[in-house]
């Protein structure tokens, strides 16, 4: 990243903002930040504990909040606007375990009237653990607005197609 690009994590969308994967002062979020990486973006994260379903394992949901999460950003980082999720085609290759780094990527495949389809991937210790392709519905300010059922915030203003 150059000085002049923006960080990418949760600070661009303002203080206090209650995103569980990327805000940075959530209790118990994962609190991402993503390095761009071709057509798309990566970051890691181990889970601890408190994001365990069977012993040592994560949960399967939190694994696909990790995984929208990261498909998310690669939007944001690429088309440099944020979607909301409108269908995903998931499969678990491996348990992801506890206590081990997991190295997270997802790449805009192609963005197509407000439908943007992303690739994730989800690897422990070289393996791959996750995969999935997603679909986000970009939309203008009135569309979030509407789907949020109030005012988007201002922050994210900036971000709406």
Do not use: N
Not at 75 to 101: C, D, H, N, S, Y
Not at 125 to 151: H, I, R, S, W, Y
């Amino acid at each position: 990243m150059t000085a002049h690009e923006p960080a990418l994590d949760g600070h661009i969308f303002g203080a206090g903002q209650p995103c569980f994967g990327c805000a940075p002062d959530h209790p118990i979020g994962f609190r991402l930040a993503f390095e761009r990486i071709e057509s798309g973006v990566s970051t890691h994260f181990v889970p601890d504990a408190r994001y365990q379903g069977p012993p040592g394992i994560m949960h399967g949901g939190l694994v696909v909040t990790l995984a929208d999460e990261v498909a998310a950003w690669a939007i944001i980082a690429e088309l440099g606007k944020f979607g909301f999720t409108a269908e995903m085609q998931a499969r678990f290759q491996k348990p992801v375990r506890i206590g081990l780094e997991v190295a997270a990527s997802a790449r805009l495949l192609r963005s197509v009237r407000g439908i943007s389809t992303v690739g994730v991937s989800l690897e422990q210790d070289t393996k791959a653990v996750f995969a999935a392709t997603m679909k986000f519905a970009v939309m203008d300010v009135a569309g979030a607005e509407a789907l949020l059922g109030g005012p988007l915030p201002e922050a994210w203003r900036r971000f709406a197609r």
